[in-house]
């Protein structure tokens, strides 16, 4: 039997941290257009560099199978991924036709998931249409196309490569993100066509960019913390996008 490396018996042994999913098409190979449950692997590998155990969670109608909470059984935390628009039924508002795609399934199942997250207290890391579930979820808004409806000169959907950041956000002090990263004016990646208009209730302000649109809340209860920006895309290279999954697998480990 090989002897484990250290780092192997580090990720080993660390929490479990779960990961949700979304649905598409087989593109190509054998099979074109069956459908798939995936994630990007950015998503796996910062979990993984940070020590935590990935745990991929299927999604699946919660309203048919009412299991949500029996999957997070035996988990120590939750990254809510990036994806698909938010439905504005979500939030009060009639579907425009700059909105993007969305899943209504997704949204259900999501929205259920995050709640059961938070019923059993385990933290929660939510990026990009994380971050604005986490704001529907609180009763707030989105504005469903920054370029429409308020106009800027920050790219917030850049055309650069996506392991690069694109602008900077003002961190607030005194948070969880100052924790991760320090109170600083932090360079991101960024890819989003939407954003928080009114905020949710229980969330505070973390961090907002050079526009005045807020980029990342905390809970006011609970460990929960969520950002606009892609954090999994350059953590590779840039150590405070790894420090926000360190940051939550050292929370989960607690």
């Given at each position: 039997?090989t002897?484990?490396?250290s ?13 949700s999913t ?7 190979g054998?099979l074109?257009?069956l459908?798939?449950?995936n994630?990007s ?9 940070a020590?935590g155990?990935?745990v991929m ?5 919660p ?5 949500v909470d029996?999957?997070?059984e035996?988990?120590?935390a939750?990254?809510l991924?990036g994806?698909?628009d938010?439905?504005p039924s979500r939030?009060g ?6 909105c993007?795609?969305s899943l ?10 995050l709640?059961?997250?938070?019923s059993?207290g ?9 971050f604005?579930?986490?704001?529907v979820?609180g009763g707030?808004t ?6 429409t409806?308020r106009?800027?000169e920050v790219?917030h959907?850049q ?6 950041p694109?602008?900077t956000?003002?961190?607030t002090?005194g948070g969880?993100l100052?924790?991760a990263?320090?109170e600083?004016d932090l360079?991101?990646v ?5 954003g ?6 229980g ?5 907002t ?6 980029e990342?809340?905390?809970a006011e ?5 969520a950002?606009q920006?892609h ?5 590779r290279?840039d150590?405070?996008?790894l420090?926000?999954?360190?940051l939550l ?6």
């Amino acid at each position: 039997m090989t002897r484990s490396t250290s780092r192997d018996a580090r990720v080993a042994s660390g929490p479990r941290i779960a990961i949700s999913t979304t649905t598409g098409q087989e593109l190509s190979g054998p099979l074109p257009g069956l459908p798939r449950t995936n994630v990007s692997t950015d998503y796996v590998d910062a979990v993984l560099a940070a020590g935590g155990v990935p745990v991929m969670l299927p999604l699946f109608d919660p309203e048919r199978y009412p299991i949500v909470d029996d999957q997070l059984e035996g988990v120590d935390a939750l990254v809510l991924t990036g994806g698909q628009d938010i439905d504005p039924s979500r939030y009060g508002q009639e579907r425009r036709p700059e909105c993007g795609e969305s899943l209504p399934v997704r949204d259900a199942y999501d929205l259920r998931l995050l709640e059961a997250a938070r019923s059993r207290g385990i933290p929660v890391l939510a990026i990009c249409r994380g971050f604005q579930l986490v704001n529907v979820a609180g009763g707030g808004t989105l504005v469903q196309d920054l370029p429409t409806d308020r106009p800027s000169e920050v790219a917030h959907w850049q055309s650069g490569a996506p392991d690069q950041p694109t602008h900077t956000v003002s961190v607030t002090p005194g948070g969880l993100l100052a924790q991760a990263v320090g109170e600083v004016d932090l360079a991101v990646v960024s890819y989003h066509h939407q954003g928080v208009d009114q905020l949710g209730r229980g969330l505070v302000v973390e961090a907002t960019a050079p526009d005045g649109l807020v980029e990342a809340v905390r809970a006011e209860q609970g460990w929960l913390l969520a950002v606009q920006w892609h954090p999994e895309m350059s953590h590779r290279h840039d150590r405070r996008g790894l420090a926000l999954f360190e940051l939550l697998v050292s929370a989960a480990s607690g």
